[in-house]
């Protein structure tokens, strides 16, 4: 079977356009990275969770010493099990608000910078855009 000249031309124009599709969408992909612990330590509303914790602990920590002195030891064991549970609670709560946050401030800046993957900055030995501060400065 021999082809055309024109057969051959379409051909060529084909690959071409594939390979120019392939890669123009690779290089629209851009990569960012995320130091979660630099966002952990910096970001102001992650302190004000972390805020949130001290004071409920402190709040139930108070509370059970106060009560003390009028419980039984079996009593106090059994408060302080309860106080440790509702501690616990508590700081469920406030990281799912932590994670849900960061979550949708990632969604955010990986809309506005066109960027198909994001990363932690722990698991990059190079490259990708650092987005950390962008992410910290939303944050708020």
């Given at each position: 079977?021999?082809?055309?000249?024109?057969?051959?031309?379409?051909?060529?124009?084909?690959?071409?356009?594939?390979?120019?599709?392939?890669?123009?969408?690779?290089?629209?992909?851009?990569?960012?990275?995320?130091?979660?612990?630099?966002?952990?330590?910096?970001s102001?509303?992650?302190?004000?969770?972390?805020?949130?914790l001290?004071?409920k602990?402190?709040?139930?920590?108070?509370?059970?010493?106060?009560?003390?002195?009028?419980?039984?030891?079996?009593?106090?064991?059994?408060?302080q099990?309860?106080?440790?549970?509702?501690?616990?609670?508590?700081?469920?709560?406030?990281?799912?608000?932590i994670?849900?946050?960061?979550?949708?401030?990632?969604?955010?800046?990986?809309?506005?910078?066109?960027?198909?993957?994001?990363?932690?900055?722990?698991?990059?030995?190079?490259?990708?855009?650092?987005?950390?501060?962008e992410?910290?400065?939303?944050?708020?």
């Amino acid at each position: 079977m021999k082809l055309s000249k024109k057969q051959i031309l379409l051909f060529l124009v084909a690959f071409v356009a594939v390979i120019f599709i392939s890669g123009c969408s690779s290089n629209t992909q851009n990569v960012g990275v995320l130091d979660v612990n630099k966002v952990m330590s910096d970001s102001p509303k992650i302190k004000q969770f972390q805020d949130q914790l001290n004071t409920k602990g402190k709040e139930l920590s108070d509370q059970l010493e106060k009560d003390k002195a009028s419980l039984s030891a079996e009593e106090f064991q059994k408060r302080q099990e309860t106080a440790y549970g509702e501690f616990l609670k508590t700081k469920q709560e406030l990281e799912g608000q932590i994670d849900s946050s960061i979550k949708q401030v990632l969604d955010q800046v990986a809309q506005e910078k066109k960027m198909g993957v994001i990363l932690y900055k722990n698991g990059v030995a190079q490259g990708g855009t650092d987005i950390t501060d962008e992410v910290i400065q939303k944050l708020q």
